[in-house]
């Protein structure tokens, strides 16, 4: 029996079919590795034009959020069975909201400006470990009436010594709408709703490019925040890193460690990403995500100086610092809308209506990361050395979004697909 599989096996490297017995079944086991063979090309052919895309960024930087764009823009969004399961998220927010705002007013010694709201905290304090609390509208009113009060509105503009939410603000407006039993959320509603990412999240749509169908798998591991370096590695066959970025976090620390600076987090966590070995042949869009928030805290005069005081090395020269005019109309290209004719208006009016230090600051944030794909910014030891070649087969491009604003995540992601076409094809040779 040996003998016979050893004689097959060397004479399958003259003839692969010449061992069997009748020529029949040799015909056959030919037809059959035609038709294997043949599959297997198929296959190929279709898993070359599934596009894999990974989302990757630290924790609330907008990942969930641009995979909701994604099925709003591409797939049919949400369904009034989907709509209304988020208002017991929404609800969660508001509790979530208004609970940490109380809270955080104890900490910072600020009181209430209208004392027969003191019921309403009571209340709220009082009902805080209650997981069914939210669906009543006794809890909305009562967090109506405290989210009014000035006090609790002081401690708003303080929110960045705290952790709250960035929908805090959104639904706390929004409560009288909630409240009543004929509310569907809207779009807006749902991508501002705040849900944390507990699995692995895949989203699976066709896109028209070029006169064929370019499927796009998007996967979002968002809540394996610890076991990512293993999940980098299964990723490897991926098309490209989506990498997003809260621009506006760099006056807030981590959820899970008080002493870091989320902006800091981000840089740290892109360098782990850009330098990867197993990522080498993958290229990186850079998402700068939040520019809304960015744009509203620098109007309430906070800036990013604070940072340069604390960590020089990382974010030095900050007050001398001035973009180039390139880099000026990048930032405010992101914004301008889609028809030239409109986009030549809103040019005129966009550096009226954005502060430049918001730009300042934007552009700022760029050079920063792009310091780090220049090999000019050292933020972790690099475990394998690199020569001079290591970046040559993947590139990093970047962009300015807002992820809740449906417009501006449909042109940048126009403009990212042809990116991402275009170098699937370059690494398999195709063009
Ligand atoms: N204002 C504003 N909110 C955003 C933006 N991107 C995300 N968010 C909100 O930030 C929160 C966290 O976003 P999420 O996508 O869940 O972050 P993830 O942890 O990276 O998945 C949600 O409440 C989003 O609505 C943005 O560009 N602007
Ligand atoms: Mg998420």
Wanted: aromatic share 8%.
């Amino acid at each position: 029996m040996r003998d016979r599989l050893t004689l097959c096996f060397s004479a399958a490297c003259e003839d692969q079919f010449s061992c069997y017995q009748s020529p029949e079944d040799a015909k056959k086991a030919k037809l059959r590795n035609r038709q294997i063979s043949k599959v297997l090309k198929q296959h190929q052919k279709e898993e070359l034009k599934k596009l894999k895309i990974l989302l990757l960024g630290t924790g609330e930087s907008g990942k969930s959020t641009l995979t909701k764009q994604m099925r709003i823009i591409h797939i049919n969004g949400f369904d009034m069975r989907e709509r209304l399961e988020k208002v017991s998220d929404i609800r969660k927010n508001i509790k979530e909201s208004i609970v940490v705002l109380l809270l955080a007013m104890n900490q910072l010694d600020l009181n209430l400006e209208n004392q027969e709201n003191k019921l309403s905290r009571e209340f709220i304090l009082q009902e805080a470990g209650n997981t069914e609390i939210h669906r009543t509208n006794e809890f909305l009113e009562h967090a109506e009436k405290l989210w009014a009060d000035a006090g609790v509105q002081i401690c708003y503009t303080r929110s960045h010594e705290f952790q709250l939410i960035d929908c805090a603000k959104y639904f706390l407006d929004k409560i009288p709408e909630i409240k009543s039993p004929a509310y569907v959320p809207s779009d807006q509603d749902i991508l501002r709703c705040r849900c944390v990412t507990t699995s692995i999240q895949h989203i699976e749509f066709g896109v028209p490019d070029g006169g064929h169908q370019v499927k796009f798998n998007v996967y979002d591991v968002g809540g394996q925040q610890g076991e990512r370096k293993k999940w980098i590695q299964v990723f490897d066959s991926v098309t490209a890193i989506l990498f997003v970025v809260d621009c506006s976090s760099f006056d807030q620390t981590l959820r899970e460690d008080p002493e870091k600076n989320r902006l800091l987090e981000a840089l740290e966590n892109f360098d782990q990403v850009w330098n990867n070995r197993f990522l080498r042949y993958v290229s990186v869009l850079l998402f700068i995500n939040k520019i809304d928030v960015l744009a509203e805290k620098i109007a309430r005069g906070r800036d990013i100086l604070e940072l340069t005081e604390k960590y020089p090395d990382v974010f030095p020269d900050f007050e001398t610092f001035t973009p180039t005019d390139a880099e000026k109309e990048h930032f405010l290209d992101a914004f301008a809308t889609a028809t030239p004719d409109i986009r030549r208006k809103t040019r005129q009016t966009l550096p009226i209506s954005v502060h430049p230090d918001t730009v300042k600051t934007a552009v700022y944030i760029k050079r920063l990361f792009k310091k780090i794909v220049k090999g000019e910014l050292l933020l972790k030891e690099r475990i394998t050395k690199q020569d001079k070649h290591w970046h040559d087969e993947h590139s990093c491009e970047f962009f300015y979004t807002c992820a809740i604003d449906t417009n501006n995540i449909q042109r940048v992601l126009n403009g990212c697909r042809t990116l991402i076409v275009q170098n699937h094809l370059r690494r398999y040779g195709i063009i």
